[in-house]
């Protein structure tokens, strides 16, 4: 029996609405106490489950909507002129209850502003930050926030973000005392700008929080830390320019390897030990950032993202649902406010 | 017969003066024109120099310094208290016009500290700001700008960083018309902070130059701009992030590959084909940051740099020098200021 309700809103991403059904296939098998609510234009969304055989499957549920946000549709002028996107229904859904959470590969900017008016943030917290998973050195994984929800930041969001992402890794990742750290232009205490010396004392200040102090752009897939913080527009460049220079370093090998026929051959030798070299960047099973700091769950998927990539994204949702992550952050937002006061 | 004089602090980076000297031992060779003064303590530079058979060089005098500035000397401390360190009497050579460039590997923050103090920024820039050069896709090279100078930036400084990135682009790497990008957090107008927007319409009114627009993380390698600009912070963090990641990657690979006597044999024949993929990346070949905006050329090398490291940023203090980059800026900025009023 279904325990929990997702809202996928199946009209976003670059792949359309195929991805969405091929990863609700997988999901299905892999989470049977989950219903999922597909949200999007019945007319196209129709035969696609027929053609899944999922139109009568007991998990599965579809809501229409009329409208779709583009990948180029402003964040207000979508928010005004499409009341009735998949996107906004999704999110209605969660804002009213019906679902406990709720995924889109569509645009972020969109995704963003929807989300942060239709569900509110949590009491607390002043803004919602875009949180991701980042591959570490020895297979594991940390936290990195914010990724782009907030191009400007102040010290209290700072510190309200690493709060949340150590929740989100005490639930989520199951680590005891998750560490935080600062991303900052040195480890000295005088580096970087004023914002983040101003949180670095917030976070000195709250005895609850495993806080280790700055760390630096090359440290951030070493395993130093279990929460990365950062501005969204640090955070965003950052990440983008690491995507960029590994999915070129990869693309590079590859053609060299494939220039000779010597090399092409031997590849088939060699090419499980190579590929392990890059398989701990897994973009697929990495896909998901949570929009964290709203009372309910919101995964955005890459925009590119295959059918394995969306699963992930699923999975991404069904973990932060299960421990309830909206709940706990407010709880241990609320308690560290009180411990200041 | 030498026409230019470059002045070398022998005491920085974290391998000492022995670098040094070996690079200086292949700068000779490479530029018959050029005049070295290296700078540090006499005590511990004439043996190095008599080992490396260079007492007696007509290209090569010394310099002494009493003091030498240590990585962790903070950069008002090191102004202050160490005004006879290797680093300071090399700036000082260069403020007096004994020399034309200085060459350092020592502690950075210290670096522009006393090179800011010491020769001052040129007429119409506020600030100067740590230039590097950027490894492209396609075997290019684009300069990026700030790597760390200037935490926090106004619009007026990120504009005046796209001119004198310009201009070291037309003159050093003979680029027609240099195309300038702002990094941000997304290609549309609405994206970023507005710092960057407001930098953005002051590239669009300057006619004088090629301004393309905003480019993201993931293109910074794909050959779209001869000039990124950004503020110190976000370029610090940003480059940092991928020469971890670059070498996690390519540490990955080696480690893998050694691992079974299979393909530790392949890897003789794969080898050169295999190290083609990430030597583009050179970070050899592309070690030495400009402190550009400052009436004098100063390069700071890699802390960590080899001696083929000391001698690229011997080169491009000769390139810099060569086209008196100063003197460029300058007339630029001028030209540009002009213009505008």
């Given at each position: 029996?279904?325990?929990?309700?997702?809202?996928?809103?199946a009209m976003?991403?670059?792949?359309?609405p195929?991805?969405?059904?091929?990863?609700?296939?997988?999901?299905?098998?892999?989470?049977?106490?989950?219903?999922?609510?597909v949200v999007g234009d019945?007319?196209e969304l129709?035969?696609?489950?027929?053609?899944?055989?999922?139109?009568?499957?007991?998990?599965?549920?579809?809501?229409?909507a009329?409208?779709?946000?583009?990948?180029?549709?402003?964040?207000?002028?979508?928010?005004?002129?499409?009341?009735?996107?998949s996107?906004?229904?999704?999110?209605?859904?969660?804002?009213?209850?019906?679902?406990?959470?709720?995924?889109?590969?569509?645009?972020?900017?969109?995704?963003?502003?929807?989300?942060?008016?239709?569900?509110?943030?949590?009491?607390?917290?002043?803004?919602?930050?875009?949180?991701?998973?980042?591959?570490?050195?020895?297979?594991?994984?940390?936290?990195?926030?914010?990724?782009?929800?907030?191009?400007?930041?102040?010290?209290?969001?700072?510190?309200?973000?690493?709060?949340?992402?150590?929740?989100?890794?005490?639930?989520?990742?199951?680590?005891?005392?998750?560490?935080?750290?600062?991303?900052?232009?040195?480890?000295?205490?005088?580096?970087?700008?004023?914002?983040?010396?101003?949180?670095?004392?917030?976070?000195?200040?709250?005895?609850?929080?495993?806080?280790?102090?700055?760390?630096?752009?090359?440290?951030?897939?070493?395993?130093?830390?279990?929460?990365?913080?950062?501005?969204?527009?640090?955070?965003?460049?950052?990440?983008?320019?690491?995507?960029?220079?590994?999915?070129?370093?990869?693309?590079?090998?590859?053609?060299?390897?494939?220039?000779?026929?010597?090399?092409?051959?031997?590849?088939?030798?060699?090419?499980?030990?190579?590929?392990?070299?890059?398989?701990?960047?897994?973009?697929?099973?990495?896909?998901?950032?949570?929009?964290?700091?709203?009372?309910?769950?919101?995964?955005?998927?890459?925009?590119?993202?295959?059918?394995?990539?969306?699963?992930?994204?699923?999975?991404?949702?069904?973990?932060?649902?299960?421990?309830?992550?909206?709940?706990?952050?407010?709880?241990?937002?609320?308690?560290?406010?009180?411990?200041?006061?």
């Amino acid at each position: 029996m279904a325990t929990l309700t997702l809202a996928l809103d199946a009209m976003g991403g670059d792949h359309g609405p195929s991805i969405v059904i091929g990863a609700l296939k997988r999901a299905l098998k892999t989470f049977p106490e989950v219903h999922f609510i597909v949200v999007g234009d019945q007319a196209e969304l129709k035969p696609l489950l027929a053609q899944a055989k999922l139109t009568d499957h007991p998990q599965v549920s579809l809501q229409h909507a009329s409208q779709v946000v583009t990948m180029t549709d402003k964040p207000g002028y979508s928010l005004r002129a499409k009341p009735d996107s998949s996107m906004r229904v999704a999110l209605d859904l969660v804002a009213s209850e019906q679902a406990a959470a709720c995924v889109s590969a569509g645009n972020t900017g969109a995704l963003m502003t929807k989300a942060y008016f239709t569900l509110k943030t949590l009491p607390g917290v002043a803004r919602p930050a875009l949180m991701s998973s980042l591959p570490q050195r020895d297979g594991g994984t940390a936290f990195i926030l914010d990724l782009g929800a907030n191009p400007v930041c102040d010290s209290d969001s700072l510190f309200q973000f690493g709060v949340m992402g150590s929740v989100a890794a005490q639930q989520v990742l199951a680590v005891d005392k998750p560490r935080i750290a600062l991303l900052n232009m040195g480890e000295e205490d005088i580096k970087g700008n004023d914002v983040v010396k101003a949180a670095a004392n917030l976070f000195q200040q709250a005895a609850e929080l495993n806080y280790i102090g700055f760390i630096e752009g090359n440290d951030i897939f070493l395993n130093k830390a279990d929460v990365i913080v950062c501005d969204g527009f640090v955070g965003n460049v950052a990440l983008k320019s690491c995507e960029g220079l590994a999915e070129l370093l990869v693309g590079n090998i590859k053609a060299n390897i494939e220039q000779h026929w010597l090399t092409r051959f031997l590849v088939k030798l060699f090419y499980r030990r190579l590929q392990r070299s890059w398989d701990w960047l897994k973009p697929d099973h990495y896909n998901g950032a949570s929009l964290i700091g709203l009372r309910g769950v919101v995964i955005k998927s890459h925009g590119n993202a295959t059918e394995r990539g969306f699963f992930s994204a699923i999975e991404q949702a069904v973990a932060e649902t299960q421990q309830d992550l909206p709940a706990q952050v407010r709880e241990q937002i609320e308690q560290i406010l009180l411990a200041q006061e």
